[in-house]
């Protein structure tokens, strides 16, 4: 009968174990899951945030010149954008210089 409650109480430390090895394995998923939803949330926020300030800079020079600005490189030149193109590829196509360029800006 000394047999029975010690294996009861291994069998129960075993279970305890494994549930908590279980539940620790869940914790650090639910954690890398949210670190990687939340740098792709930052990605997306900075991609939006650079295409605002180029469209911000050329409604400017507009507004202060009388025409949008015939390149992304006139922006920079004078108007202080930048923007990094280490992450991001900008593309700033105009038709004329009183229509609204189209801008993108693309994740590299």
């Given at each position: 009968m000394s047999g029975k409650p010690i294996r009861y109480l291994k069998n129960r430390t075993v279970m305890g174990m494994i549930v908590a090895s279980l539940f620790f394995?869940?914790?650090l998923s639910v954690?890398?899951?949210g670190l990687h939803n939340?740098?792709?949330s930052i990605q997306v926020h900075g991609q939006r945030a650079a295409q605002e300030a180029?469209?911000?800079a050329?409604?400017?020079c507009y507004a202060l010149e009388g025409s949008y600005p015939e390149s992304y490189e006139y922006?920079?030149?004078h108007y202080g954008i930048a923007v990094n193109e280490e992450?991001?590829?900008v593309q700033y196509h105009i038709f004329a210089s009183n229509?609204?360029?189209e801008i993108t800006v693309i994740k590299r």
């Open positions: 394995v869940l914790m954690i890398i899951f939340t740098s792709e180029i469209l911000q050329a409604v400017s922006l920079k030149e992450l991001y590829i229509i609204m360029p």
